[in-house]
């Protein structure tokens, strides 16, 4: 997985995180830690970014009639839903209330 490195100056230790929807680690520094210094962080801790990549769920492709989880739910047995989103729309963060649930815009009930 890539590693981004970023300086910040309101950092005051050095940070770690894995960003799943960027596909990568990223290491936030205060300004003035050498790279070196950052990539030895990052060793130390490798395995708990390991962990972290073993408990990221898989990747689904977000494509017209992809089934998608709802809620993180696997609707596979029951009622999945089949992303048919508009092409060119500009997000796909737009939601429609039915009752107490919530579903996608654009994502229909098959």
Not at 55 to 84: E, K, M, N, W
């Amino acid at each position: 997985m890539p590693l981004e490195l970023r300086e910040s100056a309101r950092a005051r230790r050095m940070t770690l995180r894995v960003d799943a929807g960027r596909g990568l680690i990223q290491v936030v520094i205060p300004v003035g830690v050498p790279e070196a210094e950052a990539l030895r962080f990052v060793g130390r801790h490798d395995g708990w970014v390991r962990a972290r990549l073993a408990a990221l769920p898989p990747q689904l492709p977000f494509t017209h009639g992809a089934v998608v989880p709802y809620l993180g739910i696997d609707q596979s047995s029951g009622t999945p839903r089949t992303c048919a989103g508009r092409p060119g729309a500009r997000t796909a963060r737009s939601w429609s209330a039915a009752g107490r649930s919530m579903s996608p815009a654009g994502c229909a009930t098959s």
